[in-house]
């Protein structure tokens, strides 16, 4: 089992920054790669990006990719998701996710899920 607890979320004025972190524990970290989603009220889950267990790679929705940023820490077994320019429609709950194959965390069907954290964006 892997658990997963997303934290730095909060309320942030349009065009500010955060810099949500999702702190694994149980598994190896190492062992997996890592995704953020998101999900706004009364919409679909959509993914945000990923990255893979040695970060080197990275891959984002593409909407995302000029103001999103992921990085990773696997001595500390945290994963980031840097915002910038936030807009009120990046308001949703974000969560990060597991997997041990890069694909599959990018289709969403990861294997363990945080809890998920509230960024909300004031106009």
């Known amino acids: 089992q892997v658990q997963l607890v997303e934290s730095g979320g909060g309320l942030v004025q349009a065009g500010g920054s955060l810099r949500l972190s999702c702190v694994a524990s149980g598994r190896t970290f190492s062992n997996y790669h890592m995704g953020w989603f998101r999900q706004a009220p009364g919409k679909e889950r959509e993914f945000v990006g990923a990255?893979?267990?040695?970060?080197?790679?990275?891959y984002y929705a593409g909407c995302m990719k000029d103001r999103f940023t992921i990085s990773r820490d696997n001595a500390k077994n945290t994963v980031y998701l840097q915002m910038n320019s936030l807009k009120p429609e990046d308001t949703a709950v974000y969560y990060c996710?597991?997997?041990?194959?890069?694909?599959?965390?990018?289709?969403?069907?990861?294997?363990?899920w945080g809890k998920g954290n509230l960024v909300n964006v004031s106009s």
């Open positions: 990255i893979t267990w040695s970060g080197i790679t990275t």
């Open positions: 996710a597991a997997a041990s194959s890069f694909a599959t965390v990018k289709a969403g069907k990861a294997s363990y």
